[in-house]
């Protein structure tokens, strides 16, 4: 559980750049807070699947919050779009992985 919940954490405040800054100042801690709570409450309950769930949510979150946040400004249109492409990919490689993981069992 410790390096699935720092693994998590440590990517979060990645993801957490998605978001403008003056947001992150005022949200960050708070966020952050949050997201290590429902790590915690997702793997006693549920396990990895668990984690992967607050993930989906997590990233649901970047594209309905962060994303419109940071498209007021043109200047990181490109940026966003990358960033964001790659998250997605890395989480369904996570999904994939999680997903053949549970036929192991």
Request: hydrophobic share 50%.
């Given at each position: 559980?410790?390096?699935?919940?720092r693994?998590?954490?440590?990517?979060?405040?990645?993801?957490?750049?998605?978001?403008?800054?003056?947001?992150?100042?005022?949200?960050?801690?708070?966020?952050?807070?949050?997201?290590s709570?429902?790590?915690?409450?997702?793997?006693?309950?549920?396990?990895?699947?668990?984690?992967?769930?607050?993930?989906?949510?997590a990233?649901?979150?970047?594209?309905?919050?962060?994303?419109?946040?940071?498209?007021?400004?043109?200047?990181?249109?490109?940026?966003?779009?990358?960033?964001?492409?790659?998250?997605?990919?890395?989480?369904?490689?996570?999904?994939?992985?999680?997903?053949?993981?549970?036929?192991?069992?």
């Amino acid at each position: 559980m410790i390096s699935a919940f720092r693994v998590s954490s440590g990517l979060y405040k990645v993801v957490m750049f998605a978001y403008p800054r003056e947001f992150r100042l005022r949200f960050q801690n708070e966020m952050l807070s949050t997201f290590s709570d429902l790590i915690h409450d997702e793997w006693e309950r549920k396990g990895l699947s668990g984690i992967a769930h607050v993930w989906r949510s997590a990233l649901a979150e970047v594209f309905s919050a962060a994303m419109p946040l940071r498209l007021r400004s043109p200047a990181v249109l490109a940026i966003s779009v990358g960033l964001l492409s790659s998250l997605a990919l890395f989480i369904g490689l996570i999904a994939q992985v999680l997903h053949g993981w549970s036929y192991g069992k």
